[in-house]
């Protein structure tokens, strides 16, 4: 059973950066896709960047050239670098392990989520 474990989230004025880290124990991360997602207080879950297991990447419209996924295979762990930052972007942020379906409502392994708070 896998289990992934978020960090690096916190606060940060508008512009600023940070990086979310996804560490998997029981599986290796380059065997599946892997997702970033967001929910923000009183909206749906949303798909924010995935890296597939050959490492084609795909963004969200809303944090295309200001995000990125990346995955260090040695340490079994996938990253979110977000720069740019606005408080539209405040949110939890999930990382999951995709199954043949990606997306909010598709099959797949969460982590618990790490809050991303931006401040204008």
């Known amino acids: 059973q896998v289990q992934l474990v978020e960090s690096g989230g916190g606060l940060v004025q508008a512009g600023g950066s940070l990086r979310l880290s996804c560490t998997a124990s029981?599986?290796?991360?380059?065997?599946?896709?892997m997702g970033w997602y967001r929910q923000a207080p009183g909206k749906q879950r949303e798909l924010v960047a995935i890296?597939?297991?050959?490492?084609?990447?795909n963004y969200a419209d809303s944090v295309k050239g200001r995000f990125t996924i990346s995955r260090d295979n040695a340490k079994n762990t996938v990253y979110l670098q977000m720069n740019s930052l606005k408080p539209d972007d405040t949110a939890v942020y999930y990382c999951?392990?995709?199954?043949?379906?990606?997306?909010?409502?598709?099959?797949?392994?969460w982590g618990q989520g790490t809050q991303v708070t931006v401040s204008s």
């Open positions: 999951k392990r995709e199954g043949f379906r990606w997306g909010p409502s598709a099959f797949g392994s």
């Open positions: 890296i597939t297991s050959g490492g084609t990447t």
């Open positions: 029981g599986s290796a991360v380059s065997l599946n896709a």
